[in-house]
């Protein structure tokens, strides 16, 4: 229909089109009234006969056609109050976007949302919606997200509830704050809306370096990994006799830090707070295992598979602090089964955000480049994809992996961060598959 980009769409069925989300409530009518305005200002009024499933093949300039909402909190555990100065502009906005909630799993506060803003999720029935809500008790959460106006969560959420919109939920918990008893009244508080709101998640506090003049905080030791992980599972188990699920999760730091076998896969709710770090480990030792049996099968099948040689191939890969013993360990199950290979693992102390930051997900390419630079790398270097930008070659430090691979003068190689496609690199690189020459190798 002549619709072009440079066009803007301005309303469907004479409804104007404030964001994406009336557009897709909108064009579910199979006869629609589009009215256009051309680039030149001219607007032309177009009907459409279509299948009501059937969407228009527009694609917009901006995700949600309108700029994202920020956050207006000041919370105590912000991490990105806690970046360090000369990062990329975008690395210190805060967003607060149920939209990004609906499209892109963000958790958001609540805080910056008029009641019309909650019957819009309703009506549209966007879900799940992710909530941040750290604890249920208002005036103390008042003072974690100072901010006056944030101690509604219950009410919002039961609008929600009653509404049947799926959810979930996150605490970052702070010692002496949302902690102990607090942790009970908010966990048994959330039960209340399950199974609804699907779950919630527990994660430690992130600490960097860069904290003058926030709140003092303290870090979890052993002991209250272990008080923390007994709450969880308590309701845990309440939850699961109720509803059939296990609702709440702790985060894997708190397993590693109490030094506890991570639970089962069947207790993570299909992984549903995976984003959070809840059953990250579980996944990835349950995925190399599994590669591994598909490559057992493979060479049992191949009755001309030739016996092991002298030839070894040497590769790396990288880990955070955190998580060094479980992937030296499924790394010693990789070299144990597949002959010909010999991986070295190297924990990164992470010196951008300070050493109290542990994950992999936030290690950065000078310091994987620093720590790694003399060290013997091998064949390749294998970097999971959560130490980058999702859609870019990108450490949080803004250097590039091009950058990192030229520093280190040896080929890089990023994986999707699964177990099981790191199995299959592995493959890949002593089948040939991968060059020795090729540039960046980028597999996700």
């Known amino acids: 229909m002549e619709i072009s980009a440079g066009d803007f769409l301005c309303a469907i069925n004479g409804q104007e089109i404030n964001d994406i ?11 629609l009234e589009i009215l256009i305005e051309k680039a030149d200002g001219e607007e032309w009024l177009l009907e459409v006969e279509k299948d009501p499933d059937e969407d228009l ?15 207006h909190n000041k919370c105590v555990f912000c991490f990105i109050d806690q970046n360090p100065p000369g990062m990329r502009e975008t690395i210190y906005f805060k967003d607060d976007d149920t939209r990004l909630s609906f499209l892109q799993g963000n958790y958001v506060t609540l805080t910056n949302m ?15 919606i992710n909530i941040s809500v750290h604890t249920t008790n208002p005036k103390l959460r008042c003072e974690m997200l100072h901010n006056r106006f944030a101690g509604n969560i219950m009410e919002r959420m039961k609008k929600l509830y009653d509404a049947e ?11 002496g704050y949302n902690d102990g008893a607090e942790l009970d009244r908010t966990l048994n508080d959330l039960l209340e809306y399950a199974p609804v709101l699907q779950s919630v ?13 926030l709140c003092e905080l303290e870090p979890f030791d052993r002991d209250d990994a272990l008080k923390v992980i007994g709450q969880i599972e308590t309701v845990s188990k309440a939850a699961y006799a109720k509803h059939g699920i296990y609702f709440a999760h702790a985060s894997d730091e708190w397993y590693i830090n ?25 996944l990835f030792l349950n995925e190399i295992a599994d590669g591994l049996a598909d490559y057992r099968e493979r060479q049992n099948a191949q009755s001309d598979r030739q ?36 991986i070295n693992v190297y924990p990164i102390r992470n010196d951008f955000f300070g050493e109290r930051i542990t994950v992999t997900g936030l290690l950065t390419g000078g310091d994987i480049a620093a720590q790694l630079k003399g060290r013997s790398i091998g064949r390749a270097l294998i970097l999971p994809s959560n130490v980058l930008k999702s859609d870019e070659q990108l450490f949080l430090d803004d250097m590039t992996v091009e950058e990192l691979q030229k520093a280190l003068q040896v080929q890089v190689i990023i994986v999707k961060s699964s177990g099981f496609e790191f199995v299959q690199v592995i493959e890949d690189i002593l089948s040939g598959e991968i060059a020795e020459d090729d540039p960046v190798v980028d597999m996700r």
Do not use: W
């Open 201 to 213: 998640s527990v994660v430690p506090v992130g600490l960097t370096k860069y904290r003058e003049g």
């Open 114 to 128: 008029k009641d019309e803003d909650i019957e819009r999720i309703i009506n549209y029935r966007l879900a799940p």
């Open 57 to 71: 093949g527009l694609s917009f300039g901006e995700s949600l056609m309108d700029s994202y909402k920020s956050c």
């Open 307 to 342: 016996q092991k040689g002298n030839t070894v191939t040497e590769v790396t890969t990288v880990t955070g602090v955190l998580a060094e013993g479980i992937v030296s360990s499924a790394m010693k199950e990789v070299t144990d089964t597949i002959d010909g290979v010999r």
């Open 21 to 31: 989300f009336d557009y897709h409530y909108l064009v579910d009518d199979e006869e």
């Open 258 to 282: 109490a030094g506890l076998d991570f639970p089962d896969e069947d207790s993570y709710d299909g992984y549903i707070q995976l984003e959070n770090g809840v059953g990250m480990s579980r």
């Open 165 to 175: 919109i799926p959810m979930n939920a996150q605490i970052v918990l702070c010692k």
